[in-house]
Nanobody
Framework: QVQLVESGGGLVQTGDSLRLSCAAS????????MGWFRQAPGKEREFVST????????SYADSVKGRFTISRDNAKNTMYLQMNSLKPEDTALYYC????????????????WGQGTQVTVSS
């Protein structure tokens, strides 16, 4: 079992930056690939970015590529999402998720989820 707690969301303006954090506890953090997903009202949960167990491999949705950066600090059991040049279409509830073993982008393959942190970008 892995417990995940997100933080760092908020209300910002277009062009601003935010840094989301995901603190993990429970099982060995390095055994899990990690990811960020988001869900806007009335829409399905979608892939944002994922990172492999070592932190060397990363993947991004086209909509955030070049603006968002995912990272992890395995010594601190924490994953981050640096979000720059935020747009109104980035407004959503952002979830942190963990997947035992191999890296994947499909949210259905992730076993553990946090409660989410709200990001709202005003125009």
């Amino acid at each position: 079992q892995v417990q995940l707690v997100e933080s760092g969301g908020g209300l910002v303006q277009t062009g601003d930056s935010l840094r989301l954090s995901c603190a993990a506890s429970g099982r060995t953090f390095t055994a899990y690939a990690m990811g960020w997903f988001r869900q806007a009202p009335g829409k399905e949960r979608e892939f944002v970015s994922t990172i492999n167990r070592s932190g060397v491999g990363t993947s991004y949705a086209d909509s955030v590529k070049g603006r968002f950066t995912i990272s992890r600090d395995n010594a601190k059991n924490t994953m981050y999402l640096q979000m720059n040049s935020l747009k109104p279409e980035d407004t959503a509830l952002y979830y942190c998720a963990a997947r035992y073993g191999i890296w994947d982008n499909d949210p259905k393959s992730f076993n553990y989820w946090g409660q989410g942190t709200q990001v709202t970008v005003s125009s």
